[in-house]
């Protein structure tokens, strides 16, 4: 054998020996990617985005039946949750569902709920040609043959209590809200771990979500701010006007 064909049979079996390498470099590649993108996946529905589908009309015509949104999960860590939000939360009475609902009532609020118009701490609750309601541009009435009666308490005005909320659907006509069932009771939406180093103490808010051992069992999961994508099941087409339209 010539030196040349020698060395050719050594490098075909470095080639041999180096390609089980690069298969097992090129699983491990694809298996890092494939867990850090499951990871960010998982990050992005617990603390950032999380996409929901609207199954009833009770939110027209602010929202339809079919409309697909995005509900910001962090938007809360920043502010606290303000009247006029669009809110999905866990249903008080089944938390195996999820609801949306407009804030309509603020802790410590003064609300009347009669004929389906809201009076927001009316200083004159008993005249109520002396005090206006809500004002309301989203709120329609449709669909007589809905949820069309609210319950006894609407003769009365009461106090929204501390960490609830009242919400109300848009379609006042055809949604269970709390006038049915209640106030939301949503309480913190952060929970804190406390760092001690020496004479000083940082208390540190985290988000709730995979961590809901160490904090409370939030109720809303976030605040709907856009239409991504719109399906008409009556028509059988897509609403194209209606995709990338905030949510207000």
Known sequence: MTEGAAAEDARAADKDADSPRREKSTIREYTEAILIALFLAL???AFIVQAFKIPS???????????????????????DIERGDVIVFRFPQ?????FIKRVVGLPGDVVLVREKRVYVNCKTP????RCAPLEEPYAVFKDP??????PPSERTPFRVPKGSYLVLGDNRNNSQDSRFWGFLKAGDQLGHFRLRFSDYVWDLPFPCGLWRSACWDSKIRGSAFLIYW????????VRWVRIGSGID
């Not at 089944?94 to 999820?98: F, P, V």
């Not at 719109?230 to 087409?237: F, P, Q």
């Open 94 to 98: 089944d938390e195996r569902r999820d």
């Open 145 to 150: 043959d809905g949820v069309a009666a609210g």
């Open 57 to 79: 009309g009770s939110m027209e015509n602010t929202l339809l039946v079919g409309d697909h949104i995005l509900v910001s999960k962090f938007i809360y860590w920043f502010r």
């Open 230 to 237: 719109s399906w008409n099941h009556e028509a059988g087409s």
């Open 126 to 129: 008993g005249a109520l040609d």
């Open 43 to 45: 990050f992005v529905r």
